[in-house]
């Protein structure tokens, strides 16, 4: 399972607003110049994270983006399930209508099992894990 870029920037736009959760609004041309990547890269992947109830915004001089809830209450499986349209590595894996063949396939249990174990890994990992991962590197 290759990640996409909307899941990898995706996934440093949330970081970066955990390690900065206590200081209020960050605005995104601040994240993108930090993680390097494009303002308008940043404007499209943050919305679906706002529609999920992930990311808020704060308007006015000393607003911009914030998380919505606290970093220990967002798990890594969520957004990534959220920006790559679900995480299962084949389409069978996550909804057996997605393939004709999924009742005779003798490596759908496989696909399953391996996104069993994505889903598990990332559903352990909170943002709030990532920063202290992340201050520990620094």
Known sequence: MKLSTRSRYGTRLMLEMAIHFDEGPIHLAEIARRQEISVKYLEQIIIPLKKA??????????????????????????????????????????????????SLCHMRFLWKEITEAIHERLHNITLLDLVRMNSEES
Do not use: Q
């Open 53 to 102: 109830g992930y990311v808020k915004s704060v308007r006015g001089p000393k607003g911009g983006h914030m998380l919505a809830k606290p970093p220990h209450a967002i798990h890594m499986d969520e957004i990534v399930s959220l920006l790559e349209g679900g995480i299962g590595i084949t389409e069978c894996s996550e909804n057996s209508n997605g393939c004709e063949r999924s």
